[in-house]
């Protein structure tokens, strides 16, 4: 720390007498022309003697990672946007007064440079600088080992150093680009229409979870928040819009860990005249599309697993998932108590008050989800733990409602919805009463949505798909927060 802190100091002295000096530190009237990748693309499978017939000038800009100086010549490393390529800069060609400002050049300063191609002894394509100027002048020396570093909250945390110095972290985020756009390209062509609704929210719905609140003041009012687009985007589908959804963030006050971020994207899309299987075709179609569309195939591998993504996927219920991943007896399943005092042993995320319902779905996270490699539908939740879907006609104690899970992560909850006004409202009532109760993540009544619902809506399905997830299986990482550029972290002790 002191070596950097002292490498700053003597730039700052450089930056000082190259302004005394009356060098420009920030222009910003240089014009780009070609990319790195477009001059590799033109000129890198000609030979030696091929490239000495191109004529042609190629301009482009880029931070300097590399430098090699000598006397009176020198080679550097240029990184742009797609790329590096390789420089080499001699006095004779630049003249006096270029070649002295590049010999006051660092690494992590940013340049300009225009010349002709040719090959090294070595084989490797470079550019015969012609001229240079100085675009950025950096004041802190770059890391020489980023990329090592064992504690990754540094990464996180300088999240632009982190991108500057690996290659294979730019590409994931290049990675999650492309995913979202193969989403919205899926959903696009089936005529679904891209919304946006509102951030803060004077009621949170749509989910279980507890919301971050904060203060209009003009309004004079509290806001929250969303947890969830959900009620907003079926107040669309009752105004007519039958198909729609939603690419954008999500906020929940809880916990941080490898799968959960408090502010984190999600997709959510409403299909009128469809139900949950519908839903489930749906959510087969769209991840293979963009696993085919992303890796060219529906073959992948996450975290040493293979996964296999040829359709169709495998389907249980949520009592069978447990009998057969957790070695539960089906006759304890039926009972509160025995299912409480079993899940207590397993280590379950439980409390004595809880219903049946919550005590099985805390099963399904302990015991089940981490065998949960292969595409997996799990389905028959029961309504105790699914305020906002359609009770199944047959047995009324489930709702028509599933979760999709890969690599051992959940990523999709989908459902029929329940477009039923009245017993929405008695839902939402026994939600106030679990929260006046002492559970914090009930839900809230919302009375605006039941007079949407009065007005009418078609029957449904939804569905919410977490992206995050979706790239870190894509992409092979382990967390979160490898995929989310800015991931929310404790405030940092000391800053140098």
Not at 107 to 131: H, M, N, Y
Not at 136 to 144: D, F, G, H, T
Not at 309 to 323: D, N, S
Not at 415 to 432: A, I, T, Y
């Amino acid at each position: 720390m002191e070596e950097r802190s002292q490498l700053r100091k003597q730039r700052l002295e450089k930056i000082r007498q190259m302004d005394k000096d009356g060098i420009a530190l920030f222009p910003n009237d240089f014009k780009v022309r070609h990319t790195s990748q477009e001059i590799i693309q033109i000129c890198g499978s000609q030979s030696a003697e091929a490239l000495q017939k191109v004529d042609q000038v190629f301009v482009l800009a880029g931070r300097i990672m590399a430098l090699r100086q000598f006397g009176k010549a020198s080679f550097f490393h240029l990184q742009d946007r797609k790329g590096r390529i390789q420089a080499y800069i001699r006095k004779d060609q630049v003249g006096e007064q270029i070649y002295t400002l590049f010999k006051k050049l660092d690494v992590g300063d940013f340049v300009g440079i225009s010349g002709r191609v040719f090959q090294t002894k070595t084989g490797e394509l470079t550019i015969a600088v012609e001229s240079l100027r100085l675009l950025a002048k950096s004041v802190r020396p770059l890391p020489e080992k980023f990329h090592k570093l064992r504690d990754m909250e540094t990464r996180y945390r300088q999240r632009y150093v982190d991108l500057l110095m690996n290659q294979e972290v730019r590409s994931v985020f290049r990675k999650r680009a492309q995913i979202i756009q193969a989403l919205r390209s899926f959903l696009d062509e089936r005529e679904f229409l891209e919304v946006e609704t509102p951030m803060m929210q004077p009621i949170p719905g749509g989910a279980t979870a507890r919301p971050f609140r904060t203060f209009h003041n003009a309004l004079d009012m509290e806001l929250f928040l969303r947890i969830a687009p959900e009620l907003y985007l079926k107040r669309l589908v009752v105004g007519g819009i039958e198909r729609v959804y939603e690419i954008n963030r999500n906020f929940r006050n809880e916990g941080i860990s490898t799968q959960h971020n408090p502010e984190f994207t999600m997709l959510e899309l409403y299909m009128s005249y469809a139900n949950y299987e519908d839903l489930m075709d749906l959510t087969e179609e769209m991840i293979c599309h963009v696993c085919q569309t992303i890796s060219g195939g529906t073959h992948l591998s996450y975290q040493g697993n293979e996964i296999d993504l040829a359709t169709p996927w495998q389907k249980m219920t949520l009592k069978e998932a447990i009998v057969r991943y957790g070695g539960v007896d089906p006759a304890i399943l039926e009972d509160r108590e025995k299912a409480l005092d079993h899940a207590t042993r397993l280590g379950c995320n439980v409390t004595p008050k809880m219903g049946l319902g919550k005590i099985l779905t805390q099963m399904l996270d302990h015991v089940v989800e981490p065998s949960l490699i292969q595409p997996t539908f799990v389905t028959r939740f029961p309504v105790e733990v699914s305020p906002l879907s359609r009770r199944d006609e047959k047995d009324p104690t489930v709702a028509e409602r599933f979760e999709f899970y890969l690599g051992a992560r959940e990523l999709v909850n989908g459902f029929s919805e329940l477009n039923d006004p009245f017993d929405q409202s008695e839902r939402f009532r026994l939600q106030v009463q679990e929260r006046q109760a002492g559970d914090e993540e009930a839900h809230l009544m919302d009375e605006d949505y039941i007079r949407a619902l009065e007005y009418g809506m078609p029957p449904s399905a939804g569905l919410g798909l977490g992206v995050d997830r979706l790239v870190m299986i894509l992409a092979d990482v382990p967390s979160i927060r490898d995929v989310i550029l800015f991931p929310h972290l404790r405030p940092e002790k000391s800053h140098s």
